[in-house]
Nanobody, 124 residues
Framework: QVQLLESGGGLVQAGGSLRLSCAAS????????MGWYRQAPGKQRDVVAT??????????NYADSVKGRFTISRDNAKNTVYLQMNSMKPEDTAVYYC???????????????WGQGTQVTVSL
């Protein structure tokens, strides 16, 4: 059973930084794309950043609202994705969800997996 386990959320002042981590347990065969989404109260869940699994290079994409402030990275050996958040703003306040496309065993169709979410609150 594959699970995504998030950590690193919390309370930070505007202008501060946080680093989120998300590790996949269950020893999946392969983790393809990974990413972070967020959902603020009363709003839909939106993509924050995604990162592919390339050969020599992983390709990252960001929502316009976080470009230049957030950095997504991954460690394939640890089945882990990170989100470094700098220059944080109150509007970054949301529950952040980890996402991964996982091939559990060789030959299986990739499936979508989500973490349980971690609260990030940015105060003035």
């Amino acid at each position: 059973q594959v699970q995504l386990l998030e950590s690193g959320g919390g309370l930070v002042q505007a202008g501060g930084s946080l680093r989120l981590s998300c590790a996949a347990s269950g020893s999946p065969f392969r983790i393809n794309a990974m990413g972070w989404y967020r959902q603020a109260p009363g709003k839909q869940r939106d993509v924050v950043a995604t990162i592919t699994r390339g050969g020599a290079t992983n390709y990252a994409n960001y929502a316009d609202s976080v470009k230049g402030r957030f950095t997504i990275s991954r460690d394939n050996a640890k089945n882990t994705v990170y989100l470094q958040m700098n220059s944080m703003k109150p509007e970054d306040t949301a529950v952040y969800y980890c996402y991964a496309v996982v091939t559990v065993v060789p030959g299986a169709f990739p499936g979508d997996y989500w973490g349980q979410g971690t609260q990030v609150t940015v105060s003035l």
